[in-house]
């Protein structure tokens, strides 16, 4: 697969390992949240106290990515990837042997702001790859993430009731990760992103993320769409547990955790959004994960208390959030390398922001109105990502040269050299509409 879609100098499995490792590496921010009672229990606390694990978690991510992502524009990523996985494998077994809730959300949150590598490796893939498979190598990387997003808290469910202990899956995460040391690093590339000039300093490269908002319309387009479909997505699984827990349907823990595995066939479907984003372009793919989420939300609607409706909609669910994220991504990606990686903060920076927001909406609705006020709510978002695509799609249809739109393959730059003009539709420019 690596010799047909990346460049020849680009070493034979790169697309593998990297799938790998983010499944790995954002495991790391999920597998804690099966494990908060337990963790109360152990500290003999009280469930919300524990819940400031998840909470530092958020946080945390949410900090590497503004804090540790630009990083990736200007230094060595070989360096970078062996940095950020020795620091996680340390919290990871720092938090192992927490002696008390304070120090472990303390690791949590350290692990968690260094779990920042998956959104390092989706640029450096796409500089890998040849004219044309932009998405595709997004599609394959990006199954691996919402893999390990997946199943991540039900492989921590499973360890800790076979040993008996929560620690277990942080020393079990920790081992993982520690692994990936041995491998990745050869795969990443050893020089800067750009090797012309000085590389950037630090504070630069921060100053310069609120222009890259106000310059890049494709950036606004993606992250509007990344963070609203990401909000109801959030809202879906952030309250799935205490529809499913309370009458009538009345499912134990062990029956819910399984949701995340019901899911995992539409993450592998989502990974040929990518070579549909190659061939028919971003936005058509975005009208594609909008319909899949919008069926998805038909039926928690209107079949609520079906638990095969709820599983097929969590599929629908899955693969029309991950076929957006690849077209979202595959639209900045479309810039030249130097700022990627600047982009993708901004992007990721509007994803969380969705995600807390979804899940914050879905709480007071769920409170209110019960299961439909969670539907209403995400529905709701999915309107105000149409209406950002239609505004989107009636610019182009109105540009002042007229130029008729026309659909193509994404393609992105080889290596460090600047990114083949892309066809009219998916052009990045600073004053640019996608």
Not at 195 to 202: H, L
Not at 271 to 282: A, E, H
Not at 394 to 416: E, F, K, M, P, Y
Request: net charge positive.
């Amino acid at each position: 697969m690596t010799t047909a879609v990346t460049r020849p100098d680009v070493k034979r499995g790169t697309i593998p390992v990297f799938a790998t490792a983010t499944a790995i590496t954002v495991s790391n921010i999920y597998f804690t949240q099966p494990l908060l009672d337990e963790i109360a229990h152990g500290f003999h606390t009280s469930p919300s106290a524990a819940g400031l694990v998840a909470t530092t978690g958020q946080i945390g991510y949410a900090l590497g990515i503004i804090a540790i992502l630009p990083l990736a524009d200007s230094v060595r990523l070989r360096r970078l990837s062996t940095l950020l996985l020795a620091v996680t494998a340390a919290a990871l077994l720092g938090g192992a042997f927490a002696p008390s809730l304070a120090l472990l959300s303390m690791a949590t949150l350290v692990l968690s702001a260094s779990t920042v590598l998956p959104q390092v490796i989706m640029p450096t893939v796409v500089s890998m790859a040849t004219p044309g498979n932009a998405g595709r190598v997004l599609g394959a990387v990006g199954t691996g993430l919402t893999m390990g997003a997946l199943l991540s808290r039900t492989a921590a469910g499973l360890v800790a009731e076979a040993t008996g202990t929560w620690r277990a899956g942080f020393a079990v995460a920790a081992v993982a990760t520690g692994a990936l040391l041995l491998v990745l690093p050869r795969y990443m590339p050893a020089d800067r992103p750009t090797r012309t000039g000085a590389p950037e300093s630090y504070l630069r490269l921060l100053a310069s993320l609120p222009k890259l908002v106000t310059e890049h319309a494709p950036l606004r387009l993606s992250a509007a769409l990344g963070g609203t479909v990401f909000a109801a997505f959030s809202a879906f699984w952030s309250s799935l547990a205490f529809h499913l827990t309370a009458a009538p349907i009345a499912l134990g823990p062990a029956v819910i955790g399984l949701f995340g595995v019901f899911s995992v066939p539409g993450a592998l479907a989502a990974r040929y959004s990518g070579r549909l984003t190659d061939r028919w372009g971003t936005r058509r793919v975005n009208v594609v994960s909008l319909t899949s989420v919008l069926l998805a939300f038909a039926l928690f609607g209107l079949a609520g208390q079906s638990l095969i409706a709820l599983a097929v909609g969590c599929n629908l669910l899955g693969y029309g959030t991950t076929s957006g994220q690849i077209a979202n991504q595959a639209r900045i990606f479309a810039a030249q390398p130097a700022i990627r990686a600047r982009l993708n903060t901004v992007y990721m920076f509007a994803v969380f922001a969705g995600g807390a927001a979804g899940a914050g909406v879905a709480g007071v609705m769920f409170s209110a109105f019960g299961w439909t006020g969670v539907v209403v709510g995400g529905l709701g978002f999915l309107l105000l990502a149409g209406l950002a695509l239609t505004w989107h799609t009636l610019r182009i249809h109105h540009r002042a040269d007229g130029t008729a739109v026309t659909t193509g393959a994404v393609r992105s730059g080889t290596g460090d050299s600047p990114a083949p003009t892309p066809r009219p539709d998916r052009a990045f420019s600073p004053r640019g509409s996608r």
